[in-house]
């Protein structure tokens, strides 16, 4: 059958593309072995990861009577954790998954983990495998059947029937049948013949080991792992882990080839991953931007030695200097960053710059040239388009630069050189801190390489560095001044159902970026225009009961927002500016006054951004959204 479906794969021209471009999803995967109790780590692991999917949650456990259990639930891991109050969730090897629905609408059948034909073998999987329907109907033929629509549980019906057939080992079968197999994957199975033992695989598609003492810990990401150790290994691309009671972690890839663990060392704290007294994380993590972006510049900025060190620009200075075109690419808030980071590296650094959405630059035949420079901005390091978009650039000969929180994620992988952001783990889905920390180092990027080819001269980038190295301070300060008067401004606008954000120049993406917060947590409709093209178009929109939000700060063009705020007062929108300390001609105007630090217009986005984020989680808030997991959100758009 195998060779069969080979052949019928490889005359499938959608098979070769989607081997090109990992096409994943975003969920959750937890994994156990060792000589604890499994279920309570699972389930904490599940909690920790919710972000990442909370259609359905699952787990999978081997009891001491070695039978294999598996209880799912659709909804939260709450709901999971009511549906086994009477079950036996006893056993000291598990697996257990939170799901974000792709194949198969989101209930208790088409959760994860999924059982084989036999219940011999239980299986979580992150990921999307392409060629599923080719797959189900060989196995069909041969006398399995299937309860759910997922893709997933035919991967499991396939590794359990190459078990038998070729009656091989669990971490044989599995290898055999990722060869099978097009499309993305990170994956764990059970075997409840063997209770001793798991094996666990990723393409594309994120997981990380963690080791303690005689005990395994896996995941899709680090967080579940923290609180046990710190020692922790990467699965690379194409690698098949094998976990055992009392050996070592063992790493071939599905070509065969052996490879030696690298084992690293988790720069992660607990209290990173605890709401630590508020309410949601994305309040938390608002609130920690003063912190995250001080961290983002240590040991980059030196104002005393007038100098910013960023190791990928130095290793690649010639690729930066020479580079006749600089290519941004990237997604959602990632790209409103992206936008800010061409007008500051078109001013500071005088290289053309274009921003593209990479799930258009993907797809579109785009002209790029060996000397194009490609920055791939992505919080999680593993957006699908964005991953895509990099191997487009590469095959072109562009060189690669790489923008990610995450550590040991996709892009950094795939990427030439880079940056890490080190703002730590960002749980609420609707990201903030991750936000301005791209905003910083692109700023940091964008004024090296001004002075380095000679556009910036020295008391203009000393002057810039240090007005960038006091933006902490300044966004502390905003936080402690606006937080309860926006807080009382929200009240205001629970029931509206549509905004208007508007902006100028480097605050024109910010206006974007507050349009998408409003939206994505509290469900308002909601956009972000230039105020210049207010006048074509969604000034018809504005009457009584249309808020507008407008970013006027003294630097960058206030003149103009002067107009545009006259323009909306004549049609009766209801103004709320931000604008800096001792304002008059817009305060006197607006209908709600925030106001803000004044500082170069280059990094106002940053400080202005902090208002309109607080603005959009209040009124997500009092609207009764969850707005740490809003709806049909995952925290990485990891799908097509």
């Known amino acids: 059958m195998l060779q069969l479906l080979q052949k019928r794969i490889k005359k499938t021209k959608f098979a070769t593309v989607l081997q090109t471009f990992n096409i994943k999803i975003m969920c959750g995967i937890v994994g156990y072995i060792g000589k604890r109790d499994a279920y309570p780590i699972l389930i904490k692991g599940l909690h920790r990861l919710e972000y990442r999917g909370y259609d359905s949650a699952g787990v999978a456990l081997i009891n001491s009577k070695q039978e294999l259990k598996v209880y799912k639930a659709?909804?939260?891991?709450?709901?999971?954790?009511?549906?086994?109050?009477?079950k036996d969730v006893s056993g000291t090897i598990g697996i257990a998954h939170t799901r974000w629905a792709t194949h198969g609408e989101p209930n208790q059948v088409n959760a994860h983990p999924h059982y084989s034909e036999s219940e011999?073998?239980?299986?979580?999987?992150?990921?999307?495998?392409?060629?599923?329907?080719?797959?189900?109907?060989?196995?069909?033929?041969?006398?399995?059947?299937f309860k759910s629509e997922t893709d997933t549980e035919v991967l499991v019906q396939l590794i359990e029937y190459i078990k038998t057939t070729d009656k091989t080992d669990l971490q044989t079968a599995v290898q055999l049948a990722l060869n099978q197999v097009v499309g993305a994957y990170a994956i764990?199975?059970?075997?409840?013949?063997?209770?001793?033992?798991?094996?666990?695989?990723?393409?594309?598609?994120?997981?990380?080991?963690?080791?303690?003492?005689?005990?395994?810990?896996?995941?899709?990401?680090?967080?579940?792992?923290?609180?046990?150790?710190?020692?922790?290994?990467y699965v690379g691309e194409q690698e098949i882990v094998h976990l055992q009671r009392g050996k070592e972690i063992s790493i071939r890839t599905?070509?065969?080839?052996?490879?030696?663990?690298?084992?690293?060392?988790?720069?992660?704290?607990?209290?990173?991953?605890?709401?630590?007294?508020?309410?949601?994380?994305?309040?938390?993590?608002?609130?920690?931007?003063?912190?995250?972006?001080?961290?983002?510049?240590?040991?980059?900025?030196?104002?005393?030695?007038?100098?910013?060190?960023?190791?990928?620009?130095?290793?690649?200075?010639?690729?930066?200097?020479?580079?006749k075109r600089i290519i941004i690419t990237a997604c959602g808030t990632s790209w409103h960053a992206g936008l800010i980071g061409m007008y500051a590296i078109e001013e500071f650094a005088r290289i053309p710059v274009v921003v593209e959405y990479s799930s258009e630059f993907r797809y579109r035949s785009p002209v790029i040239n060996e000397d194009d420079l490609v920055i791939a901005i992505s919080q999680s390091g593993e957006t699908a388009d964005t991953l895509a978009a990099i191997e487009l650039a590469k095959s072109h000969g562009a060189f690669i630069f790489g923008i990610c929180n995450v550590v040991?994620?996709?892009?950094?992988?795939?990427?030439?050189?880079?940056?890490?952001?080190?703002?730590?783990?960002?749980?609420?889905?609707?990201?903030?801190?991750?936000?301005?920390?791209?905003?910083?180092?692109?700023?940091?990027?964008?004024?090296?390489?001004g002075k380095h080819n000679g556009n910036l001269s020295n008391a203009e980038f000393m002057s810039l560095i240090t007005e960038l190295d006091n933006i902490p301070k300044k966004v502390e300060e905003v936080l402690k001044s606006t937080h309860d008067?926006?807080?009382?401004?929200?009240?205001?606008?629970?029931?509206?159902?549509?905004?208007?954000?508007?902006?100028?120049?480097?605050?024109?993406?910010?206006?974007?970026?507050?349009?998408?917060?409003?939206k994505e947590i509290s469900y308002?409709?909601?956009?972000?225009?230039?105020?210049?093209?207010?006048?074509?178009?969604?000034?018809?929109?504005?009457?009584?009961?249309?808020?507008?939000?407008?970013?006027?700060?003294?630097?960058?063009?206030?003149?103009?927002?002067?107009?545009?705020?006259?323009?909306?007062?004549?049609?009766?929108?209801?103004?709320?500016?931000?604008?800096?300390?001792?304002?008059?001609?817009?305060?006197?105007?607006?209908?709600?006054?925030?106001?803000?630090?004044?500082?170069?217009?280059?990094?106002?986005?940053?400080?202005?951004?902090?208002?309109?984020?607080?603005?959009?989680?209040?009124?997500?808030?009092?609207?009764?959204?969850?707005?740490?997991?809003?709806?049909?959100?995952?925290?990485?758009?990891?799908?097509?």
């Not at 990201?431 to 910083?440: G, P």
């Not at 063009?557 to 107009?563: M, T």
């Open 120 to 145: 011999e073998l239980a299986i979580i999987h992150n990921g999307i495998i392409e060629n599923y329907a080719v797959l189900k109907q060989g196995l069909m033929k041969h006398g399995y059947s």
């Open 524 to 640: 308002i409709h909601a956009e972000g225009y230039p105020a210049a093209e207010m006048k074509h178009g969604p000034i018809a929109l504005i009457d009584e009961n249309m808020p507008i939000v407008i970013i006027a700060p003294k630097k960058g063009h206030y003149d103009k927002i002067v107009s545009n705020v006259q323009e909306i007062k004549a049609r009766k929108g209801k103004v709320i500016a931000v604008v800096n300390y001792g304002d008059e001609q817009v305060a006197s105007m607006a209908d709600y006054v925030i106001e803000i630090p004044e500082t170069s217009e280059c990094f106002s986005p940053i400080v202005a951004s902090i208002p309109l984020q607080l603005l959009a989680y209040y009124i997500a808030v009092y609207r009764g959204a969850n707005v740490d997991q809003p709806r049909n959100l995952a925290k990485s758009v990891t799908v097509e």
């Open 485 to 518: 008067y926006v807080k009382e401004i929200a009240h205001d606008f629970v029931n509206s159902t549509n905004f208007l954000y508007l902006g100028r120049g480097f605050n024109f993406p910010a206006a974007l970026e507050g349009a998408l917060k409003l």
């Open 254 to 323: 599905i070509g065969n080839v052996v490879k030696t663990p690298e084992i690293k060392k988790l720069e992660m704290t607990l209290s990173q991953l605890e709401k630590c007294g508020y309410p949601h994380f994305m309040l938390k993590e608002i609130f920690e931007q003063p912190t995250t972006l001080a961290t983002s510049m240590r040991g980059r900025v030196n104002i005393e030695h007038n100098n910013i060190t960023l190791a990928g620009f130095i290793d690649n200075k010639e690729k930066f200097l020479n580079a």
């Open 74 to 86: 659709k909804g939260k891991v709450a709901d999971l954790e009511h549906a086994v109050e009477s």
């Open 188 to 233: 764990v199975v059970l075997d409840r013949n063997n209770p001793d033992e798991m094996v666990a695989a990723r393409k594309g598609s994120p997981l990380v080991v963690g080791i303690g003492d005689n005990e395994f810990f896996l995941a899709s990401d680090a967080t579940p792992i923290v609180e046990f150790t710190d020692k922790v290994v």
């Open 408 to 449: 040991g994620a996709s892009i950094p992988r795939a990427a030439h050189s880079g940056c890490y952001t080190h703002v730590g783990p960002e749980i609420g889905v609707a990201s903030t801190k991750a936000f301005t920390a791209q905003l910083t180092i692109l700023s940091l990027i964008a004024l090296k390489l």
